[in-house]
C-alpha cells in the first residue's frame, strides 16, 4: 500500500490545507483509496468549491418548475402530466485532449444525466468554441469534435436540433465542448438519485469498469501545461450501441416500482455516484469492490472507485426486486450486480478482498469539502469609442456585407450540423440554422424549442452587461419561434479561479444572469461550471452558455425565419440607437477591440418579446428573426438567404449613419414578415404596448435592395454566408 503524504495529495490536485483538513476530519492519515476519493469529491469539477457562493444566488425556482439545481439535471412542467428534463455539461479538457471521444462522451454523459431522471433523450444541442481558424490545431480540432458529437448522437438515435460554434483566439489552447438533452417524462415518474431506507440492495449496471477515465474530474480541474499529451489515458472511451442498450433497459425496469434511487456514473465514477446518493439520503453506503465488474485484471480499489468508464449506472432498488431488475439487464446483455447496501452509519465503507480498504464519514466529503469565497476584481465599464464617420463614409455597404456573412461567426455552419441527424425520431420540426430547434411532444400538437447562445465577446468587455445579454439572448431566440420561454440550464466556461480578473469575470457573468433570469422569469435550473480554461497563465474569454426551453402550445403555430411572400411588409421591433462598439463591424471591419457591449434594457426585452408572442398568437406574423451579431442588415440577408427571396428597404428616415443603422448591435430586437392588410392591427398592438417599431421595407422577388446604388443577389448572399466553412474544410 502506497504510504501517503502531502507530497501524494499535491499531486492529486489537493492543496496543502486541503490535505491537513482532512487529516483533521478523519483524525488519521488517509490511505490511498480514500485519498484518491477525496481528490475526486473535492476537485473544482465536483465540489463547486469556487462557484457555490455565487450560484446561490441565481433564481431557481417558477411557477413551472419541478427540480431545480442540484439533482441530475432540470425539470419543468409542460402540461398535460408532461414534463420536459434538461441539462448542459462542458466537456471541454477531454476534447482538446482527444477531440472524437472527448465530444462523443460528452453527449453521451449528459444523455445519462437525463434518462437517469427517467426520461427518454428526445434532443440533444451543443455550444462548441474554437481558436482562431489560422491556428495550427483548430482545424482538426474542429472535425474530431463534430464527428464525436455526429458519431454518439446518430448512433444512439437521438435528434441534434440546434446548436452554436464559434472562433476566437482566446480558445487556441483550451477549446469548449458544451452539450446539451432534453428528455420527455410524465410528471408522476421522474426518478431522484436520493437513496432512501436501511440494507437496500445497492446496483450496479451497464457497462464493465475499466481503467480509462481515471482522474478525469481531476483533470478538468486543473490547467494545461506543456505535457498534455500525457493526460490522454484521463479520457474516456464511449460506446453508443452499449448505452442505446442501458437506455432502454433503465426505462424498462423504471416502468415498474423497483427503483429507490438511481444515479448515473458521470465524474469521478462509482465515487461520486455512490457518496451523492448517501448524502441526499443522510444514509451510508457499503460496498463490496470484488463485486464489480471489471474488464482489466488485477484492478485496484483506487482504480476502480475512481475509473470513469462510461455507460454505468448505480441503483438503490426495493428488497426483492433484485431478480426482476436482473432479467431486464440480461435481456438487453448488459451487467448487473448486486455490489452493496445503504446502511445506517453515514459512512461510505468500501470492502475488497474481505478487508476494509476505506471508511469515510459521508459529511466530510460532501458538506465538508472547501467553499472558497476568492478575492475578485470589479469590471469598469469600458469608454465609448468615437467613430471616425469620415473613414465609415468612404466604406461600401455591399463589400462590409460580404465579409460580415462570411465571418467564421456568422457563415452558415451546414457543414456542422449535416453530419448530424437532427430528424430522427420522427418529431423534429425545426431544424438547426434557424432561431431554434423545435421537436414536437409526440402524438400532441405541443412542441419544445430549445436553443443555447454565448456571447464571449461582450462578457470580456463587461461581464455584467453579457451575463444578462446571453440570457435575453435566449429568450429572444425562443421567442422568435413562437414559443413561450419557461427556464434555462447554464454551463459557465472561465479561466483560474485563483486569478482575481478571472474570479471577477465569473462573479459578475453569474450576477448578471441572475438578474436577467429573474426579470424574465426565466430561472435557472440547472448548469454547470468549468473553470481552468487555461494554458499555462492564459485564460479564455469568459463563456457563459446557456441552453433556453420554451413551449409552443400549438406548433401550427411555429414560426420560422424565412421571408414567405413578395409584397409582404417587413417591420423591426425595437429602438435602434447605433451602438457600434464590441460590434461585428468594429473589430472586423475597423479592428476596433475596445469599448463597452450594448447596453441590455431589461424591461424593453421583457415587452418587446411578449408583444411579439402575443402578435404570433393572433396569427399576425410570417417570419421572424431576432437581431443580433451583425446587426439589421445581417438578419434580413438570412431571412433572404433562407426564404431564397429578396428585400428592399424604404428610404431610411433616421438620424444615424446609415452604416452605424445596418450594422449596430442594439439589444431587444426583432425583424419580423407581415402582411400588408395586418400592419394596422399590428401597430395597434405594439403601440398598445407602448413597443417602438419601424417599417423596413417590403419583399421582393430576386435582390437585396438597399439604395438605388446598392443591391446583392440572393446568389450572391448565399456565396457569402455558404462557403467559408466549406472551403476551410475542405
Not at 458529437?149 to 487556441?172: K, L, M
Not at 425595437?574 to 450594448?598: V, Y
Not at 443577389?713 to 472551403?727: A, M, P, Q
Amino acid at each position: 500500500m502506497i504510504e501517503v503524504n502531502e507530497k501524494i495529495a499535491i499531486e492529486h490536485g489537493l492543496k496543502k490545507d486541503e490535505y491537513k483538513k482532512i487529516c483533521d476530519l478523519l483524525k488519521r492519515t488517509p490511505n490511498i483509496t480514500e485519498l484518491g476519493i477525496f481528490s475526486a469529491m473535492w476537485n473544482e469539477h465536483c465540489s463547486y468549491k469556487s462557484s457555490r457562493l455565487h450560484l446561490k444566488k441565481l433564481p431557481t425556482k417558477g411557477k413551472k418548475v419541478i427540480q431545480g439545481p442540484g439533482e441530475n439535471a432540470g425539470v419543468i412542467d409542460i402540461e398535460d402530466g408532461d414534463a420536459i428534463v434538461f441539462k448542459i455539461e462542458s466537456h471541454n479538457h477531454p476534447s482538446f485532449i482527444e477531440p472524437y471521444q472527448g465530444a462523443a462522451t460528452g453527449v453521451g454523459g449528459i444523455m445519462r444525466d437525463v434518462f437517469t431522471m427517467g426520461a427518454r433523450p428526445i434532443a440533444n444541442l451543443n455550444s462548441i468554441h474554437f481558436g482562431s481558424p489560422q491556428h495550427k490545431k483548430t482545424k482538426n480540432l474542429l472535425r474530431g469534435v463534430v464527428h464525436g458529437i455526429g458519431g454518439y448522437g446518430n448512433c444512439i438515435g437521438v435528434p441534434t436540433i440546434a446548436g452554436q460554434t464559434s472562433f476566437d483566439s482566446s480558445y487556441n489552447g483550451n477549446i469548449l465542448v458544451n452539450a446539451m438533452t432534453l428528455g420527455l417524462v410524465k410528471k408522476n415518474k421522474i426518478f431522484y438519485s436520493k437513496a432512501v431506507g436501511i440494507d437496500k440492495p445497492v446496483i450496479y449496471v451497464g457497462s464493465k469498469t475499466g481503467r480509462d477515465g481515471i482522474h478525469g474530474a481531476s483533470m478538468a480541474s486543473a490547467s494545461f501545461d506543456e505535457k498534455i499529451e500525457e493526460k490522454k489515458p484521463t479520457v474516456q472511451v464511449g460506446d453508443p450501441f452499449t448505452e442505446k442498450l442501458l437506455l432502454e433497459a433503465c426505462l424498462e425496469l423504471m416502468a415498474g416500482d423497483s427503483i429507490i434511487a438511481i444515479q448515473d456514473m458521470g465524474a469521478a465514477g462509482l465515487t461520486s455516484s455512490s457518496i451523492e446518493m448517501a448524502s441526499k439520503g443522510n444514509l451510508g453506503i457499503e460496498l463490496d469492490l470484488n463485486k464489480v465488474p471489471c474488464r482489466e485484471s488485477k484492478m485496484t480499489p483506487y482504480e476502480i472507485m475512481l475509473s470513469e468508464s462510461q455507460e454505468r449506472m448505480l441503483i438503490v432498488l426495493e428488497n426483492g426486486k433484485e431478480e426482476l431488475a436482473k432479467k431486464i439487464f440480461d435481456k438487453w446483455n448488459l451487467d448487473f450486480a448486486v455490489i452493496g447496501k445503504t446502511t445506517n452509519t453515514k459512512n461510505i465503507e468500501l470492502f475488497f478482498d474481505n478487508k476494509q480498504v476505506a471508511k469515510i464519514p459521508v459529511n466530510t466529503l460532501v458538506e465538508n469539502s472547501p467553499m472558497y469565497d476568492r478575492k475578485w476584481k470589479k469590471a469598469k465599464l469600458p469608454k465609448k469609442n468615437k467613430i471616425k464617420k469620415e473613414f465609415i463614409n468612404k466604406l461600401k455597404i455591399k463589400d462590409i456585407l460580404n465579409k460580415i456573412l462570411s465571418n467564421p461567426n456568422v457563415c452558415s455552419k451546414e457543414w456542422i450540423w449535416q453530419q448530424y441527424d437532427h430528424t430522427v425520431m420522427g418529431d423534429t420540426i425545426q431544424k438547426p440554422g434557424g432561431n431554434s430547434g423545435v421537436v414536437r411532444v409526440h402524438g400532441t400538437n405541443k412542441a419544445v424549442a430549445a436553443t443555447v447562445d454565448s456571447s464571449a465577446v461582450y462578457c470580456w468587455a463587461h461581464p455584467l452587461t453579457g451575463g444578462k445579454q446571453v440570457v435575453c439572448e435566449s429568450w429572444r431566440n425562443l421567442i422568435s419561434v413562437g414559443a413561450t420561454p419557461i427556464a434555462i440550464t447554464n454551463c459557465l466556461n472561465f479561466g483560474s479561479p485563483e486569478n482575481e480578473d478571472n474570479m471577477g469575470e465569473f462573479v459578475e457573468c453569474v450576477q448578471g444572469i441572475g438578474e436577467a433570469s429573474k426579470f424574465l422569469g426565466f430561472p435557472v435550473v440547472s448548469g454547470n461550471v468549468s473553470f481552468y480554461n487555461q494554458t499555462k497563465e492564459v485564460g479564455i474569454k469568459p463563456t457563459p452558455a446557456i441552453g433556453g426551453v420554451g413551449l409552443i402550445k400549438n406548433y401550427k403555430q411555429m414560426i420560422t425565419m424565412d421571408f414567405k411572400e413578395i409584397n409582404n411588409l417587413v417591420l423591426i421591433i425595437g429602438k435602434t440607437e447605433g451602438h457600434m462598439d464590441q460590434s461585428l463591424f468594429a473589430r472586423t471591419i475597423l479592428d476596433e477591440k475596445n469599448g463597452p457591449p450594448p447596453e441590455i434594457n431589461l424591461f424593453n426585452e421583457k415587452n418587446n418579446g411578449e408583444t411579439l408572442l402575443q402578435l404570433i398568437k393572433n396569427d399576425l406574423v410570417k417570419s421572424a428573426h431576432d437581431v443580433s451579431l451583425g446587426g439589421i442588415i445581417t438578419a434580413i440577408s438570412k431571412m433572404c438567404i433562407k426564404g431564397n427571396k429578396g428585400f428592399e428597404f424604404k428610404k431610411l428616415n433616421i438620424f444615424i449613419n446609415e452604416i452605424e443603422y445596418l450594422f449596430s448591435e442594439d439589444q431587444g430586437r426583432y425583424i419580423i414578415e407581415i402582411n400588408p392588410s395586418d400592419l394596422q392591427k399590428v401597430s395597434k398592438i405594439l403601440e398598445k404596448n407602448s413597443v417602438h417599431f419601424d417599417e423596413l421595407g417590403k419583399i421582393v422577388d430576386k435582390y437585396l435592395i438597399i439604395s438605388q446604388k446598392t443591391k446583392v443577389t440572393i446568389d450572391e448572399l448565399k456565396s457569402y454566408n455558404t462557403s467559408w466553412l466549406k472551403d476551410y474544410m475542405n
